[in-house]
DNA sequence: TTGTATGCGTTATCAG
DNA sequence: CTGATAACGCATACAA
């Protein structure tokens, strides 16, 4: 072993090597990878083959030092949960951020926030003074939010995959309007004959339950109906069964809910079925996101489907724009679509 | 919502800056602050005091081009699918290392490696080649699996969070043995009367499906069995239904079905239920990893819960011992445990 | 025990 | 148009 502890990269071709191939200073070599400053094309030729040759690739550290760009973006998923768990959603959104993100070279790196055991101002601020990546993606927007505020004051550009809590705070994506999809599924459920229609929704605090709720209640409204009930419990398959119960014990039980996730759905319909009613002849059931378990419970899940690999896709097209990269990409983003499956029906009596 | 998107980080305190107020040189700053060399207490609190005040904290960027650690791995994920997806338990997997990475100020960078549509070779050589992790976290092995030598070739410590295929070629992560769950479901069948068992598993040419195969049979094999029929499919609950249909057509059913994955069980139960068969009494299925969902979907379905979690923290921490790190948290990692829940009872006509 | 000098690989500024 | 040269922020032999 020549080197100490068998370090690698002792021997990794630098800028100078290949400008010394091909003859050149170790500047131009920069100013033709960067296409800055004006170079012969024979010249540039030149140096390219002699880096291919030598397979160099620039040192992104070296970059960095330099420019003071990381050349890597950071996305912020958030958890509530003692154990850290990423949503099942966050999947899609990672996929299509890198998707962008791979051909640029740029790097994705991840940063899971615990709610309760990390402080929030702390993190950020970390965040930022890390210097480890050029803006951050951010995600699970809630009511009175200041991560917005703080990203500015820090410098670090940020995107919201979401809908911010007052406008104008943060850039963002999201479907236009946020509330899309619930509109389609209160006229498909009143076209049904619904009228009495829950909404088991997301927790309190956060932006897209708070949003959803309103446009629930708007569009019932808009039929002159008035929702049954509106609830607001945790993101979880167990909170949704807890809820569902306590709906069908009351005097008048729904005759159709909406849950905030797929994943509550499911919970919801085995709930109602666990206490000998069906889905949908009982109670019609949709749920949130379009999971693909949903097609393969019974019934299959009437849901919202959202398109979460697109929304990555735009996030990281928007947070790559305000760091004056040129996308030409195409970022298309779909509006959440009403998939009517088995879950709901008529009701009863009608 | 224009960003400056431009050069924060001018004002950013450096190490000559905390040197200069603590009074001491940019050298002994450093030394403080990373153990080595001699520095007396009552200078060195000197300079932390100094940092403090500052808010200083070192530059990554100018760390790693001056020891060429990037102090950041990466994990590369794999998907098959036209629109990449990241899988289920891979969630668990990412919380788990962040859970280590991040106290040590570690860096996790995300890469989404697409079957078909990358080049192997070409995209872990770039990994390699750009440097800017100093190790990785491998999944998905599969049978003939040359990324180990790659990385190994390429100086790249790595670790699989898996078995490789043959023994010695990679530092790994799984249950022991790997096959941890296969005994005990095959138990639990048999003891439940079973005879005609089928195993409707991932894809050929992964190491993980070939392993359970095998314990499979040999577990079989050890209550004087022999399988109904093993049968290996894509990843993917479109696959695993198609394969039930297939089997519930044959001349003798079985009367018992593992699946690879617990999306795959639930869509092989409900295959079986809209041939108007009942699980468990007509069939039994046992799926494999856990996922909350199992638990809400009728019948709440048997399962071998893995801890992908725990894993995903072993794993980190065994590549931080490669890199040199000292690791001084628990790191358990349970086996893979098979929980009984309502999709297994005894065959019909017992 | 502490300070000094040097260089990691790149880009930007400035003369040629 | 092209080529030296000086930073970028830090760690580390070596001197003191």
Avoid: C
Avoid at 29 to 44: E, L
């Amino acid at each position: 072993m020549t080197s100490p502890a068998g370090r690698r990269r002792h021997g990794r071709p630098t800028i100078s090597d290949v400008a010394a191939l091909a003859g050149v200073s170790a500047g131009a070599v920069s100013k033709v990878f960067n296409g800055t400053g004006r170079i012969s094309p024979p010249t540039a030729e030149r140096v390219r083959e002699a880096a291919r040759k030598l397979n160099w690739t620039p040192n992104p550290a070296a970059i960095a030092l330099r420019t003071s760009r990381a050349q890597a973006i950071g996305l912020v998923l958030t958890s509530s949960s003692p154990v850290p768990e990423v949503g099942a959603a966050n999947v899609g959104l990672i996929s299509g951020i890198e998707s962008l993100l791979s051909p640029r070279e740029y790097g994705l790196l991840l940063n899971v926030f615990l709610t309760g055991q990390h402080d929030e101002s702390a993190f950020y601020r970390s965040l930022a003074e890390r210097q480890r990546m050029d803006g951050v993606i951010l995600t699970n927007s809630v009511v009175g939010d200041t991560r917005f505020d703080l990203m500015r004051d820090l410098g670090v550009p940020a995107v919201l995959v979401g809908t911010p809590w007052k406008p104008g705070v943060v850039d963002y994506i999201d479907a236009d309007p946020p509330s899309a999809g619930i509109p389609e599924t209160v006229d498909h459920l009143v076209g049904l004959g619904h009228r009495d229609v829950a909404f088991v929704s997301g927790p309190d605090g956060f932006v897209l339950p708070n949003i959803r709720r309103e446009a629930f209640t708007a569009r019932l409204a808009h039929h002159g109906l008035t929702p049954h009930s509106i609830s607001s419990v945790g993101y979880s398959p167990a909170a949704a069964a807890e809820e569902t119960s306590r709906l069908l014990d009351g005097a008048a039980p729904p005759t159709a809910i909406l849950y905030g996730t797929d994943t509550m759905a499911i919970a919801g319909m085995r709930t109602i079925q666990s206490r000998g009613l069906r889905v949908p002849e009982d109670v019609s059931v949709v749920g949130f996101e379009g999971l693909e378990v949903g097609e393969w419970v019974d019934p299959q899940l009437t849901t919202v489907q959202r398109f979460a690999f697109q929304r990555g896709r735009a996030a990281a097209a928007k947070l790559l724009g305000l760091l004056g990269e040129t996308i030409e990409e195409d970022v298309p983003l779909e509006k959440p679509v009403l998939i009517v499956r088995q879950s709901t029906a008529p009701p009863r009596g009608r």
